[in-house]
């Protein structure tokens, strides 16, 4: 079974733009969540969806939103970047969510400069 | 409140059996994770352990939970150089994919 897949793996991007992150889960897993990872903070919980609806959300503002297809793939966008939006964004998958392992990606590691 | 702390790093000597530790905060926690990332990677799950359970084995990796305490640890037996990386633990609140995750212990196995 093919792992969880995220694109791109790096990017970078002037502050003020906007970037769209890809994930596709592993095949059958219907929950999708985000996380960042920074050396400062560590790992943040972004937000959880599951059957194309968010389940859940973290400490995060409106500039970073999410959303999922019916085939589960997932993306998240984040608008107006600032220079502590660099970081490593992590997507993970599970078959429902709740009472089933996260498996993570590789990540795309996020440049704002 | 939510919080998991670790120890932020260990060295050990090849062969030598490695023991990172982990507290955490909220008795509701429902399982606990370890997962490990190598430079330039992602998470890896290595193995979780449900919050009635006091042991788990898999193979060279033993997780022993004291849910009194509040404190998980994961010990590797006959620790490798390949087994240098950071060690995470994460606790799962039943909030479907939010963990709440510790800082990390960096692992560093001599040869």
């Known amino acids: 079974k093919a792992g969880v897949t995220q694109t791109p793996r790096y990017l970078i991007k002037t502050r003020g733009q906007q970037v769209t992150l890809s994930c596709s889960p592993i095949?059958?897993?219907?929950?999708v969540s985000w996380y960042q990872q920074t050396p400062g903070q560590g790992l943040q919980f972004l937000f959880e969806?599951?059957?194309?609806?968010?389940?859940n959300k973290g400490n995060f503002p409106g500039r970073f939103s999410g959303r999922q297809f019916s085939n589960s793939r997932s993306e998240m966008n984040v608008s107006t970047l600032e220079l502590g939006d660099s970081a490593l964004y992590l997507c993970a998958s599970s078959s429902t969510g709740e009472y089933s392992p996260l498996h993570f990606g590789n990540g795309t590691r996020l440049t704002v400069t | 409140g939510e919080d998991v702390e670790q120890s932020l790093f260990l060295s050990v000597r090849e062969g030598d059996s490695s023991v990172i530790n982990c507290t955490y905060t909220d008795s509701s926690s429902t399982y606990l994770y370890w997962y490990k990332q190598e430079p330039g990677a992602g998470l890896q799950l290595l193995t979780y352990i449900f919050s009635n359970m006091d042991m788990k084995q898999d193979q060279r990796l033993t997780v022993l939970l004291n849910k009194k305490d509040k404190h998980l640890s994961l010990r590797i037996a006959d620790t490798q150089t390949g087994d240098s990386a950071i060690y995470f633990c994460?606790?799962?609140?039943?909030?479907?994919?939010?963990?709440?995750f510790g800082q990390g212990t960096e692992l560093s196995v001599k040869p």
């Open positions: 994460a606790e799962s609140l039943n909030q479907g994919g939010k963990l709440i």
């Open positions: 095949s059958g897993h219907r929950s």
């Open positions: 969806y599951f059957s194309e609806t968010q389940r």
